[in-house]
């Protein structure tokens, strides 16, 4: 097992940063990955006390910074202890330059602007918190997504992410004794989609979620029979609606979400075709 410090700065909040980074050491086995995270890295005093962290802790710098002088700063104090520090966003902001023909604007964190886009990925959030686990149906046509699933297969995690990517989402759980409203059935302008997994797998997470609640483990809610007819009664649902399905015993909220926007632009595409 290797070990590795890993220094992150930002002169913002250094999301991009991180995910960055987190892509890049997805490729790598056997890697203990100590990180040190710097956001909103703006002045030289800053800097100051973050080079004396990294002298102590030496490792690979990555870094996000639009102030020249202050990458200046950093990338010769790294040149003179031996470490490489690398801008990732530099070659994609220098390719944009030459076909663009301008100059990019120094300006840190301009991507998080107060914009229109904004204020509707809130409106987003707030729509789909008070839309969980079968809510307000009355509201579902304002959706641009509807999930449907059976207990405990990723429903509201992945709602909440697709609300951080500006998308109204809710979800309803799909329970043997009780049906759905008919609101569900006759929805337009929502894309419904179904969520389900293996049976096996769903026992296992139902298995941890009691147990974390210091509930007994051993009911209908776990029995590998009745979770089975539960996943095989949503499935015939989803199918008799003509609903999209996605598995997502293999998948994690994020590339379950990436499914998901996709099906949303193919379904878009296809509309304006029609139109």
């Given amino acids: 097992m290797m070990r590795l410090h890993l220094h992150l700065l930002s002169d913002s909040t250094g999301e991009t940063l991180e995910n960055i980074a987190k892509a890049a050491l997805a490729q790598f086995d056997d890697v203990e990955t100590l990180r040190h995270f710097w956001p909103m890295v703006r002045s030289e005093a800053h800097l100051e006390r973050i080079l004396q962290e990294i002298a102590q802790n030496p490792g690979l710098v990555i870094f996000t910074l639009v102030n020249n002088d202050i990458r200046r700063t950093l990338e010769s104090r790294c040149r003179a202890m031996g470490l490489p520090?690398?801008?990732?966003?530099?070659?994609?902001?220098?390719?944009?330059?030459?076909?663009?023909?301008?100059?990019?604007?120094?300006?840190?964190?301009?991507?998080?602007?107060?914009?229109?886009?904004?204020?509707?990925?809130?409106?987003?959030?707030?729509?789909?918190?008070?839309?969980?686990?079968?809510?307000?149906?009355?509201?579902?046509?304002?959706?641009?997504?509807?999930?449907?699933?059976?207990?405990?297969?990723?429903?509201?995690?992945?709602?909440?992410?697709?609300a951080n990517r500006g998308y109204k989402t809710a979800n309803i759980p799909i329970v043997i004794e009780s049906p759905p409203p008919p609101q569900?059935?006759?929805?337009?302008?929502?894309?419904?989609?179904?969520?389900?997994?293996?049976?096996?797998?769903?026992?296992?997470?139902?298995?941890?979620?009691?147990?974390?609640?210091?509930?007994?483990?051993?009911?209908?809610?776990?029995?590998?029979?009745?979770?089975?007819?539960?996943?095989a009664y949503a499935r015939r649902m989803f199918s008799d609606n003509g609903w999209p399905v996605i598995d997502v015993t293999r998948r994690s909220i994020e590339e379950t979400a990436a499914a998901i926007i996709q099906l949303c632009n193919e379904r878009t595409l296809q509309r304006g075709s029609e139109a």
Avoid at 131 to 157: F, M, N, Q, Y
Avoid at 188 to 217: E, F, K, M, W
Wanted: charge should be negative.
């Fill in 85 to 162: 520090a690398i801008a990732p966003l530099d070659p994609v902001s220098h390719a944009l330059s030459n076909l663009l023909g301008q100059e990019a604007k120094a300006r840190p964190g301009r991507q998080h602007t107060l914009d229109a886009a904004y204020f509707a990925r809130v409106d987003a959030i707030q729509f789909t918190m008070a839309h969980d686990d079968g809510i307000g149906a009355e509201d579902w046509e304002e959706c641009d997504i509807v999930l449907a699933g059976v207990s405990r297969s990723s429903k509201t995690p992945t709602s909440i992410y697709l």
């Fill in 184 to 231: 569900l059935f006759n929805l337009r302008h929502p894309l419904v989609v179904g969520l389900t997994t293996s049976a096996d797998r769903l026992v296992q997470i139902r298995r941890n979620r009691l147990l974390s609640l210091n509930q007994s483990p051993e009911t209908a809610y776990v029995d590998q029979d009745s979770v089975q007819r539960e996943i």
